[in-house]
């Protein structure tokens, strides 16, 4: 009778099962049901430990950018006769250049205009790729054949060729310059958000809110474009890496800022002349170009991965 009745009591007692969560693992999942949709993606992305280095640089070089006319140890434009071609010292950390301007502050301050053509340059490229997508994907016909023939037409041509053709038509100025290329990067925005567009005309959600009557702009603007935010903000993201090298290049050509304005570009074309001599001239505007464009990209990349849908429900 005894062992009648541990077998019933082994039976009905409720034991350990290993299948069930952990306190942590609830914890966690109870932690990401309240977070908001920035902060899900600010915590994958941070997860990713290069995409983090990188945006901690970004964010540095952001810092120094905004607030160079205070941390500048010196006057970038002010020439000093008696320390010229100067290598890196204590007191130049990055050299002087052929007039005696220290590159370390010329390279804080003029990482505002290179920086600044990219942003917007990526403004201008979203402004107009994201309308023009949407009246392609949405509504095809005349209106897609139309836009992706033009678009067809602006992509035959390179990035920083496209660039080139519109400074020399508006003329050389660093605001010229961030036209040029976010003209060039629109049919990029147009491609995609057209796509997506596609994708998304025919599907049950769209069709459901065409039955209730609801009109083509609020579908285009209330039901499509949400799906189009993720994949648009991770093209913005990797573009900025190359609005930087075009505006970069095209102020190396003199079609940008003109001395002595400091501006990446524009100092790594005053130093080519000098880099057997004076390596230090050119090498430091060059790396800093280098640097943000890398910390980019790889905030690009950590940033699509904490955007796929295919991630976030795990």
């Not at 920035?38 to 607030?67: C, D, H, M, P, S």
């Not at 913005?236 to 090298?245: C, D, E, F, K, L």
């Amino acid at each position: 009778m005894a062992e009648s009745d541990r077998a019933f009591q082994s039976r009905s007692l409720p034991t350990p099962d290993s299948r069930l969560a952990s306190p942590v693992a609830l914890t966690e999942a109870a932690n990401r049901a309240h977070r908001t949709w920035f902060q899900e993606t600010l915590a994958r992305l941070l997860k990713n430990k290069g995409a983090a280095g990188a945006l901690v640089v970004l964010v540095v070089i952001g810092f120094v950018v905004v607030f160079a006319p205070v941390l500048t140890p010196y006057d970038p434009i002010a020439v000093d006769t008696t320390n010229t071609d100067s290598p890196p010292t204590w007191s130049h950390p990055f050299g002087t250049d052929t007039i005696g301007r220290d590159i370390l502050s010329r390279i804080m301050l003029g990482g505002r205009l290179t920086v600044l053509v990219g942003v917007v340059a990526i403004a201008i490229a979203a402004g107009a790729g994201l309308p023009l997508g949407m009246l392609s994907g949405y509504y095809g016909g005349w209106t897609d054949r139309l836009i992706s023939r033009f678009m067809d037409v602006m992509l035959a041509f390179p990035g920083i060729l496209l660039a080139l053709g519109v400074v020399a038509v508006l003329g050389s100025s660093v605001v010229n310059v961030s036209i040029a290329v976010g003209i060039s990067l629109i049919p990029g925005f147009v491609r995609l958000v057209r796509g997506t567009y596609l994708a998304a005309r025919d599907q049950a959600y769209v069709e459901a809110a065409r039955v209730i009557g609801t009109g083509n702009g609020r579908i285009i603007v209330r039901h499509i474009l949400p799906n189009v935010v993720a994949p648009v903000m991770v093209l913005a993201t990797v573009a900025m890496g190359w609005a930087i090298i075009i505006g970069a290049a095209l102020s190396f050509l003199g079609l940008g800022a003109q001395a002595p304005t400091p501006e990446w570009g524009s100092d790594l074309a005053s130093g080519r002349e000098w880099i057997r001599t004076a390596w230090w001239m050119s090498t430091f505007p060059g790396l800093a170009i280098t640097v943000v464009v890398i910390a980019v990209n790889l905030v690009g990349d950590g940033l699509r991965d904490a955007l796929d849908p295919r991630l976030r429900t795990r």
